[in-house]
């Protein structure tokens, strides 16, 4: 199959390049004016065939996607990679972990078969693959380590795994955003969905996820993947989509878990995992909705033996910590006990008292200092633990480029993002019909932070402005002068729009669109009756301006067939294409790294012909700025909008956003869900929201431009 699929891309670089070759061929004879109608009708009949050559390779792509079996090998080789990486984020950079346990809870009726009376962390694969139908749903308090026992899980399942085994793949509910809602008037038999419309509205948000996540998966690909039900979906975070501690029967949880719940696959309920909090899965239960035909397991509390065998695992020196695990012994109910009771904050304890002088190599504090007076309380315990949890991954972590973050910048812009988070959970706020998420942090989707209309204003104004600098560098470049105005405003400046418009700019709709144009979106029919017709627009704009510089029409001709192949190196060059292996995208800024080469690749060939045709400067400026509008795509302008609008004020963030967010990954403080950042664990974010404004009052690194502290949040 890899053998196919290379001589596929070759045949589709062999057209490209044959177009290449044909326009710098011509444009030489053109301009000597010795140019053959016979032979250019000769050329056009040549680059039919080469078009149907290479839509023909295309086809041939796209019927290899189409083998399910082999991409869900390819698949789960990323999901691994992906996981394993999510593992570490999740215990800090560590590999020991607490062997934590954890106890059936049955339902009333409707149970899975197979599920045993406990278990531990150690056998979570062995215990869900007895499981019939494999449906688990994974409940324990806040900090009890249910995302880490999910991600145990899935690596163990992987790692075990057959060529005919599902590819367990984990998403947060919380970006279910096309969740169908209960018609209103209508009682209980409503929340039983049609099975049909359940598998549809589950089967959508996967394959979405799997082709934004994964960079080689098609829609085609993805929806291949789920009728052969080679995809298990784990499902993290039940209790976030909920703003009430007990969610009813109208919250989206339940909206959720019913739709869940009419999802079969055959004739029985299809496999899943679930995580929530169990006082959420109560409430729930408790007005008569659960996870039917599945296994419910909670996680029990560590106990002093796992703290004592965590701590000699994890510590360099035992001796150090010997006094403090006396007095948790000597003191079994204390407050201290039960804040260091989850996996959680044991391990944000380990971590901060085990950190050292980076010159001296003494430690920075003593394990004993736990049992002072003043932390005689649960939230004091709380609040000293994740004040220093944050001090230190300042510390160890410097910025890019060897600067340093100041302290009061990161609490102050992490309180940004995590009121902002909070007050979508409390408010159920949702735009255009898109509840907000309260706990994922999208760069290009955070613009509602500062409000749903001075973003966008924004944004048209970046483009009007960008457009209509290039119209007028045109016209004064062009021998007609400014007298051509009436010419771009009917031929270039439409054409330009156009092209933006295809690419994902819609400035009246409240959510833009990713750039659509690449070899990943040309495997959707849509995208490609979309890239037609812009591989019409294209010619259009290489024929209209040359003729207002008074080319030769022959020339023109030229240029265009030029314009034509720079954008088929652009359709095949641009990164994200390849099905050999799959690509996560694990971080926003790697989407944006690829857009921004996609922008050059279709930017600069047409200012460079531009230029020679016309003048270098004006070819070069007109070429670089159509092309970065283009390749950014809504999702770009909108975020560049996003950063002009929080430079100072309450809503303050850095300039380069996207960095600050990927070290705070690094740093142990975010983590990477999808294609989605979130807070380590929810209750960093609750606590950071809660925590009054700072005032970042060290001196910012280099390069850093936040200078605003942070106010309390106000909905725009």
């Not at 308090?141 to 992987?158: F, R, S």
């Amino acid at each position: 199959m890899g053998m196919q699929r290379g001589v596929a891309w070759f045949w589709v670089l062999v057209c490209a390049v044959a177009l290449g070759l044909a326009a710098v061929w011509g444009l030489p004879a053109v301009k000597r004016g010795d140019a053959d109608p016979v032979g250019a009708w000769v050329g056009l009949a040549g680059l039919m065939v080469a078009g149907w050559s290479g839509w023909m390779s295309w086809r041939a792509l796209r019927h290899q996607e189409r083998d399910a079996v082999a991409m869900a090998g390819l698949l789960a080789r990323a999901v691994l990679q992906g996981e394993s990486r999510a593992r570490a984020q999740l215990l800090g950079q560590d590999s020991t972990t607490i062997d934590v346990r954890f106890g059936a809870r049955p339902a009333t009726t409707r149970n899975a078969a197979g599920a045993a009376e406990e278990g531990r962390l150690s056998e979570v694969a062995s215990y869900y693959q007895r499981l019939r139908p494999g449906r688990l749903v994974i409940t324990g308090g806040p900090g009890a380590g249910k995302t880490v026992l999910a991600v145990e899980l899935i690596l163990a399942l992987l790692e075990n795994r057959k060529p005919e085994d599902p590819v367990p793949v984990r998403l947060s509910l919380t970006s279910w955003t096309t969740l169908p809602a209960s018609p209103r008037g209508v009682g209980r038999v409503a929340a039983n969905r049609d099975p049909g419309v359940a598998a549809q509205a589950v089967r959508a948000w996967i394959c979405r996820h799997l082709v934004d996540t994964y960079a080689g998966i098609s829609p085609t690909t993805a929806a291949a993947l789920m009728d052969a039900g080679l995809i298990l979906p784990v499902l993290d975070g039940l209790d976030e989509m909920a703003a009430e501690d007990t969610p009813g029967y109208g919250s989206p949880a339940r909206q959720a878990l019913s739709v869940l719940n009419a999802f079969q696959q055959g004739r029985s309920k299809a496999p899943m995992v679930l995580t929530c909090r169990s006082e959420q899965y109560e409430a729930l239960a408790a007005v008569q909705v659960w996870a039917q035909d599945a296994a419910r397991i909670e996680i029990t509390q560590v106990s002093h033996a796992q703290v004592r065998q965590f701590v000699h695992e994890r510590v360099e020196s035992t001796a150090r910590w010997e006094c403090l695990l006396d007095a948790l012994d000597r003191a079994p109910s204390s407050a201290l006990v039960r804040a260091l009771s989850t996996p959680w904050r044991l391990t944000m304890a380990v971590t901060t008292y085990e950190q050292r002088d980076a010159a001296t190599g003494e430690y920075l504090r003593e394990p004993e200092d736990l049992l002072t007076p003043a932390l005689g309380t649960d939230h004091a315990v709380r609040d000293h633990l994740l004040g220093l949890f944050l001090q230190d991954a300042i510390t160890r972590r410097r910025a890019p480029r060897g600067g340093t973050y100041a302290p009061g910048q990161v609490r102050a812009w992490l309180g940004v993002l995590a009121t902002y988070l909070r007050s979508n959970t409390l408010t159920g706020r949702t735009v255009a019909g898109r509840p907000l998420s309260g706990t994922d942090l999208v760069p290009h989707e955070l613009w509602p932070l500062i409000g749903t209309r001075r973003p966008r204003m924004v944004e048209a104004a970046l483009v009007a402005v960008t457009l209509s600098g290039v119209c007028t560098l045109g016209m004064w470049v062009s021998d007609w002068g400014f007298a051509s105005a009436p010419v771009f405003v009917v031929l270039i400046l439409p054409v330009f729009i156009a092209l933006l418009r295809g690419n994902g700019h819609h400035w009246i709709q409240a959510w833009p669109e990713r750039p659509r144009i690449g070899p990943r979106q040309l495997r959707a029919p849509q995208a490609q009756r979309r890239t037609a017709v812009l591989l019409a627009f294209v010619p259009l704009v290489g024929l209209g301006y040359p003729l207002l510089v008074k080319v030769q029409p022959g020339m023109a001709l030229g240029i265009s067939f030029c314009l034509l192949f720079g954008f088929l190196v652009w359709l095949v060059a641009r990164p994200g294409g390849s099905v050999d292996t799959l690509d996560i995208m694990d971080s926003p800024r790697t989407a944006v790294r690829a857009e921004l080469i996609a922008a050059l690749l279709f930017g600069l060939p047409v200012g460079v012909l531009y230029g020679a045709m016309v003048r270098p400067v004006f070819g070069l400026l007109a070429g670089a700025a159509i092309g970065l509008l283009c390749g950014l795509g809504g999702t770009g302008t909108r975020y560049i909008a996003l950063l002009v609008c929080t430079r100072r004020g309450r809503h303050a963030l850095p300039w380069r956003l996207r960095r600050f967010l990927h070290w705070a990954t690094e740093a142990g403080l975010l983590r990477v869900a999808g294609t989605a950042y979130q807070f380590r664990h929810r209750e960093l974010q609750d606590w950071l929201a809660a925590a009054p404004p700072t005032t970042p009052d060290d001196t910012p690194c280099p390069g850093q431009t936040g200078r605003s502290p942070r106010s309390s949040f106000t909905a725009g």
